[in-house]
């Protein structure tokens, strides 16, 4: 359903705020529809280019927790799409992978790489929280969840098993 002129200026034409995927990979088809944007390490929000024929892939947070951070989620968001494109018609093809839900969202400390280059901790080993334990709790959060102003401009944040979510908006 369209939103409302007004209704788009009061959340500045975002239709979902950034965000990682609690997963390991989210993979969807390309769209020749501008909408979809991944925030760069800089802070910028970057337009994800349709290529006919494609995937686009995003690291999720469980690949984040499995590799000590050594691949951070992707930070991407959705946004009311270009004037020329409103009246497009929009058909998602999306696919979520995950771990098995037994699985201890832990580094993989005997990882050669990760060794090598270090492992940052999302929490202690102790308090991670499995895959099912995470899943659960994300998106238990988008329903009863109070977001606060977090210290970067634009930043959410929320507390979910111990760790610090941010939704961007």
Not at 15 to 40: C, E, M, Y
Not at 95 to 124: H, T, W, Y
Not at 144 to 151: D, E, I, P, Q
Request: charged residues 25%.
């Amino acid at each position: 359903h369209p939103r409302t002129e007004e209704e788009e200026a009061k959340t500045n034409n975002v239709w979902l705020k950034g965000h990682t995927d609690f997963g390991s990979i989210s993979i969807l088809w390309s769209q020749p529809v501008a909408a979809l944007q991944i925030q760069t390490r800089e802070g910028k929000w970057r337009w994800i280019r349709h290529m006919e024929n494609a995937l686009v892939v995003n690291a999720g947070d469980a690949i984040d927790f499995l590799t000590g951070g050594y691949y951070k989620g992707t930070i991407h968001r959705v946004v009311q799409p270009a004037v020329d494109q409103r009246n497009y018609t929009r058909l998602g093809a999306f696919f979520f992978a995950m771990p098995n839900d037994d699985i201890k969202l832990v580094p993989m400390v005997e990882s050669p790489v990760l060794q090598r280059v270090g492992i940052q901790r999302r929490c202690e080993d102790s308090e991670a929280p499995t895959m099912e334990n995470w899943m659960i709790a994300r998106t238990m959060s988008y329903v009863n969840s109070k977001l606060k102003s977090g210290k970067e401009k634009g930043v959410e944040e929320e507390i979910v098993h111990g760790v610090v979510i941010k939704h961007y908006n």
